[in-house]
């Protein structure tokens, strides 16, 4: 049973920064994809950055300031933060699933963590 959970959320002041992580548990394979999405209030929820082996992925949103990186040993993705923005407030998740010929077919989902910048 493959189980995601983040953490790292918080409230910051814009121009701050945070680092979220999500702690992966389960079948190795399924999660060699992975990435972040975000749900601000109002639109629909978008992808912010992938990981699928060493090639990374970002959403112009987040482009020159976020950063996705995994660590394999303990199975934890982590997205940097850096140079917040009020649009970037929003509750953050992160997935897991196999990787296509372009971009994952993602399966598995955590709880997500809420992110506000004021």
């Known amino acids: 049973h493959v189980q995601l959970v983040e953490s790292g959320g918080g409230s910051v002041q814009a121009g701050g920064s945070l680092r979220l992580s999500c702690a992966a548990s389960?079948?190795?394979?399924?999660?060699?994809?992975m990435g972040w999405f975000r749900q601000i209030p109002g639109k629909e929820r978008e992808g912010v950055a992938r990981?699928?082996?060493?090639?990374?992925t970002y959403a112009d949103s987040g482009k020159g300031r976020f950063t996705i990186s995994k660590d394999s040993a303990t199975n934890t993705l982590y997205l940097q933060m850096n140079s917040l923005k009020p649009e970037d407030t929003g509750m953050y998740y992160c997935a897991a699933g196999r990787p296509l010929h372009i971009g994952c077919a993602y399966k598995y989902w955590g709880q997500g963590t809420q992110v506000t910048v004021s």
């Open positions: 990981i699928s082996g060493s090639s990374t």
């Open positions: 389960g079948y190795a394979y399924s999660m060699y994809c």
